[in-house]
């Protein structure tokens, strides 16, 4: 599986943005795909989750009701829309993905990786 995450940018507080990620390689619908961030001097957080097949969904409670995941089966895409942004959600996003049947929210257990987008968000 490959991962390459894009749509990062700067944003004032209240804003919007739309990340993505593009996952070639998948064939198994036991696939999790997931969104963590890193901000400077912090470790890498989870943020959302989905699995590939059946698409049941989990947040990190500091996004619930602002950011939602989604993905694309057809295109093979994951998204990550993020509303009423904050300065507190600036942080490098990384796109990840590991095989399980259950959604995991630990960034060593993930085994593919994208390379991360920058969000900045201004207040």
């Known amino acids: 599986v490959q991962l390459q995450a894009f749509g990062g940018g700067s944003v004032q507080a209240g804003g919007s943005l739309r990340l993505s990620c593009a996952a070639s390689?998948?064939?198994?619908?036991?696939?999790?795909m997931a969104w963590f961030r890193q901000a400077p001097g912090n470790e890498r957080e989870f943020v959302a989750a989905?699995?590939?097949?059946?698409?049941?969904?989990k947040y990190a409670d500091s996004v619930k009701g602002r950011f939602t995941i989604s993905r694309d089966i057809a295109m093979k895409m994951v998204y990550l829309e993020m509303d009423s942004l904050n300065p507190e959600d600036t942080a490098v996003y990384y796109c990840?993905?590991?095989?399980?049947?259950?959604?995991?929210?630990?960034?060593?257990?993930?085994?593919?990786w994208g390379q991360g987008t920058q969000v900045t968000v201004s207040s």
């Open positions: 990840a993905g590991r095989g399980s049947a259950y959604l995991d929210t630990e960034a060593s257990s993930y085994g593919y």
């Open positions: 390689g998948l064939s198994d619908s036991k696939i999790l």
């Open positions: 989905i699995m590939w097949g059946g698409g049941a969904l």
